[in-house]
């Protein structure tokens, strides 16, 4: 296309592409802000788990050890935070470890990694 002087068609194809990429992108932002807002209500009542899903919106991915450097808080605040996260259904724990747990939002997780 591009090596025969069809610019217009080349053009055409890359806007086609561009355009796709934009529309997934809005839809994937208006459900992750979804997401947070139906979040944020849920945690109104605790500013410092509201805190926390700022944190989960850029990374769905939390340990207490990062909630504890995030909030500035002690590891039992931090814990604490993790346990309310958890309890509102808001995080789950990754696996099965006894120390370093990970924990996920999966919601979160499926809003980014929509297709």
């Given amino acids: 296309m591009r090596t025969h002087g069809d ?5 055409r194809y890359f806007l086609t592409g ?7 992108a809005v839809q994937q932002s ?4 979804d997401i947070r807002e139906r979040y944020r209500d849920a945690l109104k009542d605790k500013a410092r788990a509201a805190a ?6 850029m990374n769905p991915f ?8 995030n909030l500035r808080v002690s590891n039992p605040t931090a814990r604490k935070t993790v ?19 990970v924990y996920v939002s ?10």
């Fill in 62 to 69: 939390i340990t207490v050890l990062r909630a504890q450097k």
């Fill in 7 to 11: 610019w217009n068609a080349w053009i």
């Fill in 83 to 101: 346990e309310l996260l958890i309890e509102r259904g808001i995080i789950a724990p990754l696996g099965d470890r006894r120390w370093g747990k």
């Fill in 52 to 57: 926390l899903l700022d944190e989960l919106m």
């Fill in 18 to 24: 561009v355009e796709r990429i934009a529309r997934k």
């Fill in 30 to 33: 208006s459900t992750l802000i």
């Fill in 106 to 115: 999966k919601e979160i997780l499926a809003a980014i990694e929509q297709k």
